[in-house]
């Protein structure tokens, strides 16, 4: 049973500083891995997909990485802002067709 | 772009009554996710549908129906509820060729469900 986590629950670092979020699944038999951003009371907003036969992606101050073999992914974001502050899940798409969340990251970025 | 539309967005419903949640997913997508997200915890698979039949069904009580109609809309059904019922509801929508190519799947802005 594929099994999403996500380290660390909770995350305060002060404006400026660059921050990386990790993401861990059990089973390496994935299509894609996804980071979304999810504001409170409000929907999922998709950051960045990473193929499973790709390493990484890179959108603006985010980037993603994909080690399917170690099952992690890390994402890392440059030069946080105050607008940055918001819950970040992983999800990981499984080849059984379902989607897999890990239970987010909630970052607080101090300005 | 379109996106995915959710109805409505908010819904207050007594124990014990019935309500319905509609999810209109992004033209040309054929395949539609359902997921809950309880107060504070992560989204928790529902059920899907691919070109409107059940494809997988997750953690769905058994008092929750749901069902893709021929324009690819998807409705959730859901009766008896309970007071734990109370949730984000997300649906998700992707052409069913998306996994294989690495298209991003969209998520709606979800419909609140409160009961009580």
């Known amino acids: 049973k594929q099994e999403v986590t996500q380290i660390p629950a909770a995350l305060s670092v002060p404006e400026g500083e660059n921050l990386v979020l990790n993401c861990s699944f059990t089973d390496s038999a994935i299509y894609n891995l996804q980071w979304f951003r999810q504001d409170p009371g409000k929907g999922l907003t998709s950051l960045l997909l990473?193929?499973?036969?790709?390493r990484e992606q890179t959108s603006g101050r985010l980037n993603a990485s994909l080690d399917k073999s170690s099952g992690r992914s890390t994402l890392y974001i440059a030069a946080s802002q105050p607008g940055d502050s918001a819950t970040y899940l992983c999800?990981?798409?499984?080849?059984?067709?379902?989607?897999?969340f890990g239970k987010g990251t909630r970052l607080h970025i101090l300005p | 772009a379109a996106g995915v539309i959710q109805s409505p967005r908010h819904l207050i419903k007594e124990k014990r009554e019935t309500a319905t949640l509609k999810c209109y997913p992004i033209p040309r997508h054929d395949t539609v996710y359902w997921y809950q997200q309880g107060p504070g915890q992560d989204p928790q698979f529902l059920i899907s549908f691919y070109e409107k039949m059940q494809s997988d069904k997750g953690s769905i009580p058994d008092r929750f129906s749901a069902q893709q109609f021929s324009d690819y809309h998807s409705e959730l059904n859901m009766s008896s509820l309970e007071l734990g019922d109370s949730a984000l509801y997300f649906c998700a929508s992707m052409p069913m060729w998306g996994r294989l190519s690495g298209n991003t799947i969209y998520f709606g802005e979800g419909s609140w469900l409160t009961v009580v």
């Open positions: 999800a990981v798409w499984h080849r059984d067709d379902k989607i897999i």
């Open positions: 990473i193929q499973s036969s790709q």
